[in-house]
């Protein structure tokens, strides 16, 4: 079973960065996507960044570009692996719970579909002030 732990959020100054991580313990596919997603109160989940292990594939949502970078680490197989989220520029309107998916098979252009990933993180809270 694919268990997702994000961390590294917490309270920024707009203009500011942080760096979120999400490392999935178990199995996710050399051949699987993570995804970011956020979500601002009163509204939807919306896709934030995707990453495919094995390609190194990614897209980001239209806020995203030129602000935020998805990365991995070099982990092989089935070892545990962390995905990252460095986000630059922070802007009061990016204060939201930001989460992690996963899904073991490549993401494509409709990678910000919530329905198709199993695997979610609990979220971790980024707060961009004043």
């Known amino acids: 079973q694919v268990q997702l732990v994000e961390s590294g959020g917490g309270s920024v100054h707009t203009g500011g960065s942080l760096r979120l991580s999400c490392t999935a313990s178990?199995?996710?596919?050399?051949?699987?996507?993570l995804a970011w997603f956020r979500q601002i109160p009163g509204k939807e989940r919306e896709g934030v960044a995707m990453?495919?292990?094995?390609?190194?594939?990614?897209?980001?949502?239209?806020f995203a570009k030129g602000r935020f970078t998805i990365s991995q680490d070099n982990a092989k197989d089935n070892a545990d692996y962390t995905v990252y989220l460095q986000m630059n520029r922070l802007l009061l309107e990016d204060t939201a719970v930001y989460y992690c998916?996963?899904?073991?098979?490549?993401?494509?252009?409709?990678?910000?579909?919530?329905?198709?990933?199993?695997?979610w993180g609990q979220g971790t809270q980024v707060t961009v002030s004043s």
């Open positions: 178990g199995f996710v596919s050399t051949y699987g996507c």
């Open positions: 998916a996963a899904k073991d098979a490549h993401c494509g252009a409709h990678w910000s579909t919530l329905t198709q990933f199993p695997y």
């Open positions: 990453l495919n292990r094995d390609t190194a594939d990614r897209y980001y949502g239209d």
